[in-house]
C-alpha cells in the first residue's frame, strides 16, 4: 500500500516549526515501520487551513493521489485538510473518486 502523509501548521512562526518537523518525522518512522506500507511521499504546508488555494503541498497530494501514486493518506486530523466541513468533504470526494484535480477547485 502506497502511503503517504499529510502535515500542515497555519504559520511558519519558530514555535510551529518543530511541530511540523516532529509530525513529519512520526509520519515517515509509522510509515517506514509498517511491512505492508511503502513512503509515497511527506506532504507539508504552512498556513492556513480555511482555503485550498495556495497550499501547493495539499494540492500536489490531491494530484498524486488522482493519479494512483498514493493508496492511503494519513494525517493528525481531518482539519489538516480543511478548517470548514464542506471543504473537508470536497477533497474526500477527490480522494475517494480519484478524478482529476488540475482544473478542479
Known sequence: ?????YCR???KEES????????ALYYEQLINENPDWI??????DYGSGLRRKG??????????AC?????????KSLSRFSRNT???LEIIRLL???RPTMNSQ
Do not use: F
Request: net charge positive; glycine share 10%.
Open 1 to 5: 500500500i502506497k502511503v503517504a502523509a
Open 9 to 11: 501548521v497555519s504559520t
Open 16 to 23: 510551529q516549526q518543530g511541530s511540523i518537523e516532529s509530525q
Open 39 to 44: 513512503l509515497a511521499g511527506i506532504y507539508v
Open 55 to 64: 497550499r501547493k503541498s495539499l494540492e500536489l497530494m490531491i494530484e498524486d
Open 67 to 75: 493519479n494512483g501514486k498514493i493508496d492511503y493518506i494519513i494525517s
Open 86 to 88: 464542506v471543504g473537508a
Open 96 to 98: 475517494k473518486g480519484r
